[in-house]
């Protein structure tokens, strides 16, 4: 078998010639070109393939062409990963690695060190290295390679360690190290290279405490639903095997990926009350660790059931409680609460656990002396009207109490709209209250909104009444729908609807959804008011149709649930809207989740 010479090792950084002269070694002199040569490894120890290396105070020696810095130890990586992390000292220009636990006997092993050298001086990051060798006669031969990105927005996740198990139960990756592991490189990108030939489960996790075993209640996890098994061989032709830079977009991009993982957070196991806190005289909430919380029944001490108020998120794990009594009420609260919780042996029993909710202590030295220090929400009720112009189209007028009514009169509400001829019209609408939000209810005008017309909500005085005993003051809000002439349109028509999906609108990197519809059948969505920019289009399957992006399971073999992003022709999930456009893009949604 070959491998990788040196040269064609330091070919593989992207840089193809230059003279050892080029690479600065000691400070340059004021106003002297910057140093952006990477360091150059010359010489290592054991050679690269070596066998029948010793078990016992092995060291692997790099040597440098210029004096480095380790910038990142953890990225000082051994496959299979033993009981201590690698250990390092400096000596000149080399990193002497060392193991504090013996080697296991007739084993092959990979020091891989990617991300974790660079330059004395400017910081130059030396692409990496992996070092093969044998404490046995012969080297594993085969590979996997593949990519590790975040189940929400596909993007490539740098750091996640990629684990293969010849141990296929469940319970292999709490208990013990894996049998080879690599790190992902910036790209999410990994290749477990110098394996053996046999069938593996395939994990992958953010090892928080770098401890090689997945801890459910801090990590996430991803994983392959089959067993796995090798088919290809290392060989010094492989792309995927060569150290690029980072920066090599071009080449890094091309490497090949045989598997794909999508990190999730697993959903707690264990179901108890995490969290407690009264916010206020008349409000409080707990939590719990894990999601749809099972009550029975809630009530508290000395408060009648008819007076408690409650509502739950959408995840139910999450408990908001009223007390609906103008009246002055106890120092502490004792909310009981009858539900299923988690005993010592993981089963799910019916429980009454009661929970003290104490009065939040007021600032020290402050009180009400005058009507000076009387504040709006100590009189009245308190509520905003939320209407966004380039979304109130699909959103709404929302109007959002701070505590829940006990009178409303919401047929006392004035919608009126002044044309650009500047004549005024009232117009009717309807109110529906958020199925999620108690506090919370959506104004809608009966006729369309159009471009160019000023629409005016006005909540009047006295008609809403809260748990608090206090009345509204009056409120108007003012919308235009968005005029700027260089905001574009898009149209995404949908077809092949077999299931309920949710669609988002994101920004460039993801992190922001502009638009979001859910939909189950076959329609065109709209989304006006673009600026000119760059924009991706997310799909998540909602297979149990309850509006929610569900995570996965491990134990249960159980995925989270599917997300794909529209590409273009071109394989780009980037869609370049300019200004002052109306473009139409088709996604037949069945092909795309095939």
């Known amino acids: 078998m070959q491998y990788l010479p040196l040269a064609a090792a330091v070919l593989g950084t992207g840089i193809l010639v230059f003279s050892p002269s080029c690479a600065n070694t000691t400070t340059p002199p004021s106003g002297g070109p910057k140093d952006t040569i ?39 990586f051994l496959s299979p990963p033993l009981e201590k992390s690698p250990k390092y000292k400096m000596r000149g220009k080399s990193v002497i690695v060392y193991f504090e636990s013996d080697l296991d006997s007739n084993k092959t092993y990979v020091l891989d060190v990617t991300n974790a050298i660079a330059d004395n001086n400017e910081g130059n990051m030396y692409p990496g290295y992996a070092m093969v060798f044998s404490t046995g006669t012969h080297l594993d031969s085969m590979m996997m390679t593949g990519v590790v990105q975040d189940c929400n927005t596909l993007m490539p996740v740098k750091g996640a360690t990629v684990m293969l198990y010849k141990d296929h139960s469940d319970s292999a990756i709490f208990k013990h190290r894996p049998d080879a592991a690599i790190k992902t490189d910036d790209w999410g990108f990994f290749c477990l290279r110098n394996i053996q030939d046999t069938v593996y489960r395939m994990y992958a996790i953010m090892d928080m405490n770098n401890n090689n075993i997945y801890e459910a209640d801090n990590e996430q996890v991803a994983f392959i639903d089959t067993l796995v098994r090798p088919v290809q061989k290392v060989n010094d032709s492989i792309p995927e095997l060569v150290k690029y830079l980072m920066t090599d977009t071009l080449a890094c991009l091309a490497r090949k990926t045989e598997y794909e993982l999508n990190l999730f957070t697993e959903v707690p196991s264990k179901q108890m009350i995490v969290n407690k806190e009264r916010l206020g005289e008349r409000t409080a909430y707990i939590t719990f660790m894990a999601p749809y919380a099972q009550i029975d029944s809630i009530w508290m001490t000395g408060i009648p059931s008819d007076k408690l108020i409650t509502q739950f998120n959408l995840e139910r794990d999450s408990l908001e409680i009223w007390v609906n009594d103008p009246g002055t009420l106890p120092d502490t609260l004792f909310l009981n609460v009858d539900y299923l919780k988690t005993d010592t042996l993981g089963q799910l029993v019916p429980t009454v656990e009661e929970v003290k909710l104490a009065k939040p202590r007021k600032v020290a030295g402050v009180a009400k002396s005058s009507t000076t220090d009387i504040k709006k929400e100590d009189t009245t009720t308190v509520f905003t009207i939320n209407a966004k112009p380039e979304m109130v189209e699909q959103y709404g007028f929302e109007i959002e109490f701070k505590y829940p009514l006990v009178v409303s009169a919401f047929d006392s509400l004035e919608f009126r709209y002044i044309n650009p001829r500047q004549q005024e019209f009232t117009d009717t609408y309807t109110v529906v209250q958020d199925s999620l ?50 905001l574009s349109t898009m149209n995404l028509v949908l077809s092949n609807v077999k299931n309920k999906y949710i669609v988002d609108l994101l920004n460039e990197k993801r992190d922001q959804v502009i638009r979001s519809f859910t939909v189950d059948t076959a329609q065109t969505l709209l989304f006006p008011y673009l600026k000119a920019g760059k924009y991706s289009i997310r799909l998540t399957e909602d297979i149990n149709r309850n509006g929610l992006v569900d995570t996965g399971n491990l134990l249960e073999h159980k995925q989270p649930e599917k997300v794909k992003f529209y590409k273009l022709e071109d394989g780009n999930t980037l869609i370049d809207i300019p200004e002052m456009t109306e473009l139409e893009q088709n996604i037949d949604v069945e092909e795309l989740f095939k």
């Open 38 to 76: 990477p360091p150059v490894l010359v010489k290592y120890s054991p050679q690269p393939g070596d066998t029948m290396i010793p078990v016992h105070k092995t060291q692997v020696s790099l040597t440098f062409d210029e004096f480095v810095v380790v910038k990142d130890i953890q990225s000082l």
């Open 437 to 486: 939000n108690l506090r919370k209810y959506v104004v809608r005008p009966t006729s369309k909104l159009l471009p160019g017309y000023e629409y005016f909500l006005k909540v009047p005085h006295r008609k809403f009444k809260d748990i608090n005993g206090f009345f509204n003051d009056s409120s108007e809000v003012k919308v235009t729908l968005p005029n700027d002439d260089k």
